[in-house]
C-alpha cells in the first residue's frame, strides 16, 4: 500500500515540478537552472532536519567517501538534468531519459547483476518503443542540447543503481540517505550553480535577476514541490530495483508530454501519442507481469 501511494505521488509532483520548471524559464525569463537545483536540495536537507529534531526519523551518518561520491553524480546528474530543461523542448527532454533504461541496464551489468531475462526485455523494449512514439515526434533540438541531454542520461543512470545500493548495503532508510547527502548537494550547486548559469545567459541569479510576484510563487512552488519528489525518489528506489524505477518513470514521462506537450510545444498528433501510449502501457502490464514471476 505504501509503495503504491508513493508511486502515485511520484508521479503526480514529476509531472508538476517538470511543467513548473518549464513555465519558469520559458515565460519567467529565469535562465538560472543549476542554482534552482541546489536550493531545492538545500530545502529538502532544511526539511529533514526538521523531522529528525521532531523525532520523525533517526539520524545515521554515512561514510564520507560515500557521501562524497554520491553528491559528485547527483550534483551533475541534476545540473544536467535542468540544463536540458532548458535548452531542449519538453519533447526531447523526455527522449532523453528513454535512453535511462538500457544505461541502467548496461551500468547494473557491470556492477555484477545478470542481465535481464528475454520477457523481461521485450517489455523494456516495448515501453521504451511506446514512449518513443509519443515523445519522439516533432522535436527540435541542437549539438548543446543533445550533448546536454545524453549527459543527463548517464549520469542518472548512475545515481539510480547507486542510491539502490547504498540503501541496501549501508542499512539506510530513504529519509536518512537523503539527509546525509541533500545539504552537502545543494551546498555545491547552490555555490558553483551560478559559475554554470553564467555559461547559459551570462547574468548571475544573486546580481541580475529582477524578482516578480509570479517569479516567487513559481520558485516556491518548484522548491516544496522538489521535497516531495526528492524524498519519495529515494523510497522508491529503496523499495524497487533500479530497472522497475525506470519503467515507472516511463509511466512519468508519457503523462508530462500528454500535458507538457499540449503547453508548451505544438498540439499533439493523436495519430502518434494514442497508440504509443498504448504500446507503453502494455509494456508496463507486461514487465509487471513477468517481474512478479518467481525467478527459479
Known amino acids: 500500500m505504501y509503495v503504491l501511494f508513493a508511486v502515485l505521488t511520484s508521479v503526480a509532483s514529476s509531472t508538476g515540478i517538470v511543467l513548473l520548471n518549464k513555465l519558469l524559464f520559458s515565460h519567467g525569463d529565469f535562465t538560472f537552472p543549476a542554482t ?96 518513443a512514439l509519443c515523445t519522439g515526434a516533432n522535436f527540435n533540438t541542437n549539438p548543446i542540447g543533445i550533448c546536454v541531454g545524453l549527459g543527463a542520461t548517464i549520469a542518472t543512470g548512475l545515481v539510480v543503481v547507486t542510491t539502490s545500493r547504498l540503501q541496501k548495503s549501508q542499512g539506510l532508510s530513504s529519509s536518512q540517505l537523503l539527509h546525509n547527502v541533500a545539504g552537502i548537494d545543494g551546498l555545491l550547486l547552490a555555490t558553483l550553480g551560478p559559475f554554470l548559469d553564467y555559461h547559459l545567459s551570462h547574468r548571475i541569479l544573486y546580481k541580475h535577476y529582477e524578482w516578480t510576484t509570479r517569479s516567487i510563487v513559481l520558485v516556491g512552488s518548484t522548491c516544496a514541490l522538489a521535497v516531495v519528489v526528492n524524498y519519495v525518489t529515494f523510497y522508491l528506489l529503496g523499495k524497487v530495483s533500479p530497472i522497475s524505477y525506470q519503467v515507472l518513470g516511463q509511466t512519468k514521462t508519457v503523462m508530462i508530454y500528454s500535458v507538457g506537450y499540449c503547453i508548451f510545444d505544438r498540439k499533439a498528433s493523436a495519430g502518434v501519442s494514442v497508440p504509443g501510449t498504448s504500446l507503453a502501457f502494455v509494456g508496463c502490464i507486461l514487465y509487471a507481469w513477468t517481474s512478479s514471476k518467481p525467478s527459479g
Open 36 to 131: 534552482l537545483t541546489g536550493w531545492h536540495l538545500l530545502i529538502t536537507h532544511g526539511v529533514l532536519s526538521a523531522a529528525i529534531q521532531l523525532n520523525v526519523f533517526q539520524s545515521k551518518r554515512l561514510a564520507r567517501k560515500y557521501v562524497v561520491w554520491f553528491c559528485v553524480f547527483d550534483a551533475v546528474a541534476m545540473a544536467l538534468q535542468n540544463l536540458s530543461l532548458t535548452y531542449n523542448t519538453i519533447n526531447f527532454y523526455q527522449t532523453c531519459k528513454l535512453f535511462t533504461i538500457p544505461v541502467t541496464v548496461i551500468i547494473e551489468r557491470f556492477a555484477g547483476q545478470a542481465f535481464p531475462k528475454a520477457a523481461k526485455v521485450a517489455s523494456l523494449a516495448l515501453v521504451t518503443c511506446g514512449v
